[in-house]
């Protein structure tokens, strides 16, 4: 038996009893008062009209009248002279009177009494009532009901009270059982379930399915699982990629090196471009570390952005600086349709900047001819930027992924125009920590287009 079972179930036996036994106690007394005054009542009524009705106390024929009467009903009667003597007696066992009962009596007054018997024998409930004729105390008249007979029904009532009250107790064991295992069942499934997730065995999963606060705590174990799986596959697929993107240079650096080493060159010339092999590798080894860096940065919610209120015509035109050289060395036009009054974003410069150089970059690395548009312009609440080229393009099927770390349409491609395959990641992070939106479409052959919206200042959403 478990503990939640124990907890539960006591609290529901506990106010069972609560309720029960005082629901019980009350029952008890209404029935049995209600019993007492109702056989007071016939005795005082039967007593009241015997008394009225009697004319002579000596006539042995009348007063056995009586007892036959009283005999119908299970009573008794006595009648007793205003001397206190016993006159008429059905069958009471020594009955007395005491000299204030006598006179109560002779005043007129009724009398209850209670005739107990310390021998043996029963006790008896009695109500006497004085007979009166022609003004005069003649004596009284009393009826009396044994109190067996009264305790008799009152008992029975008492076991049905009894056997009923015990009926609901195992009743409510039995439900209070049912129920809590209803509630406990659940929770130690649970308790497996996080026990097989906390050993790393993800794919575990809760099977409960009820709309209440168990069921959603059931969800939440799921979700969890399900969560910490995708991360420990991402961490795992991270790695991998990882270790693979320092492999390549490092194997290059280790080749190069001792090529130079062991003096494995013809010309001056060709020592040369082994060096500058080493330094390019080494080159994108930074690059590779510093992307890696800041990415962990930002998904790990450290990195510090300076906001301020930002034109992005300015910050675009500095962008434009870096690659104008690069673009026009590569034969491609770089075309701008900026705005005037595009009104001011909420966000951080340098970051700013860092986005549009690192799409620039893109589309000058993956563009032969043709041009780079770029099309700033704001709609209501929003600032749009596009950036366009006339590049190779991306297959359909590969544009929800060019955002995720290391994914590459064309891995060897893109290494030998010097990608790290993080650019986008950091591209795409950058924008949301600054409010912003990306999307991409693009055409293989025709080009690629990035759209990028932000709020204007003062009107982020909160
Ligand atoms: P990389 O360092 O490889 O460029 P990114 O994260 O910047 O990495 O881009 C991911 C991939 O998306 C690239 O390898 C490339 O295949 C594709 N890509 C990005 N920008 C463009 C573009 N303008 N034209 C065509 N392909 C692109």
Do not use: C
């Amino acid at each position: 038996m478990n503990k939640v079972v124990l907890k539960l179930g006591g609290t529901i036996m506990a106010l069972f009893l609560i309720v029960l036994l005082p629901l019980g106690y009350v029952a008890n007394q209404i029935f049995t008062n209600f019993y007492y005054s109702q056989v007071q009542e016939d005795i005082e009524d039967l007593s009241h009209k015997f008394a009225l009705t009697i004319t002579s106390l000596e006539d042995e024929d009348f007063t056995s009248m009586f007892k036959t009467l009283a005999d119908l009903t299970n009573k008794e009667i006595l009648i007793i002279d205003p001397d206190g003597k016993v006159i008429v007696n059905s069958g009471v066992q020594n009955p007395t009177l005491s000299k204030e009962d006598i006179k109560q009596l002779s005043g007129g007054k009724p009398l209850q009494k209670r005739f107990d018997n310390s021998n043996r024998g029963s006790s008896y409930l009695g109500s006497g009532h004085p007979i009166i004729q022609s003004n005069t105390f003649k004596g009284v008249f009393f009826v009396l009901a044994p109190i067996n007979d009264i305790q008799e029904p009152v008992g029975k009532i008492r076991d049905l009270l009894l056997l009923s009250a015990v009926g609901a107790l195992f009743l409510a064991l039995g439900f209070t059982f049912v129920l809590s295992k209803k509630m406990s069942d659940p929770l130690l499934e649970m308790e497996q379930a996080t026990r097989e997730i906390s050993k790393g065995n993800l794919d575990t999963r809760v099977d409960i399915s009820s709309g209440d606060e168990l069921g959603s705590l059931g969800k939440a174990i799921n979700d969890l699982a399900f969560e910490t799986n995708r991360y420990r596959s991402n961490r795992r697929e991270f790695f991998a990629n990882v270790s693979h993107e320092l492999r390549t240079p490092i194997s290059y650096l280790k080749g190069y090196s001792q090529v130079l080493k062991q003096g494995l060159y013809q010309t001056e010339q060709e020592r040369l471009q082994y060096l500058n092999i080493i330094e390019n590798e080494t080159d994108r080894m930074v690059r590779l570390i510093n992307d890696l860096f800041e990415l962990s940065k930002m998904e790990e919610g450290k990195i510090e952005l300076q906001m301020s209120n930002l034109n992005l015509a300015e910050v675009l035109e500095t962008s434009f600086f870096k690659v104008k050289i690069e673009i026009e060395k590569k034969g491609l036009t770089l075309k701008g349709q900026i705005d005037n009054g595009v009104p001011d974003i909420e966000a951080d410069g340098i970051r700013m900047e860092q986005i549009f150089t690192n799409l620039l970059a893109n589309a000058l690395r993956y563009t032969k001819k043709g041009s780079i548009h770029v099309d700033v312009w704001h709609e209501e609440d929003h600032v749009h930027v596009i950036i366009e080229d006339t590049g190779v393009g991306i297959p359909e099927g590969e544009l929800p992924l060019i955002f995720e770390r290391f994914h590459r349409v064309e891995k060897s491609r893109s290494r030998d125009l010097g990608g790290t395959g993080l650019g986008l990641a950091i591209v795409k992070n950058l924008v949301e920590l600054q409010h912003g939106e990306i999307s991409v479409s693009s055409q293989v052959g025709t080009g690629t287009r990035f759209e990028l919206r932000f709020p204007v200042a003062g009107k982020e959403a909160t």
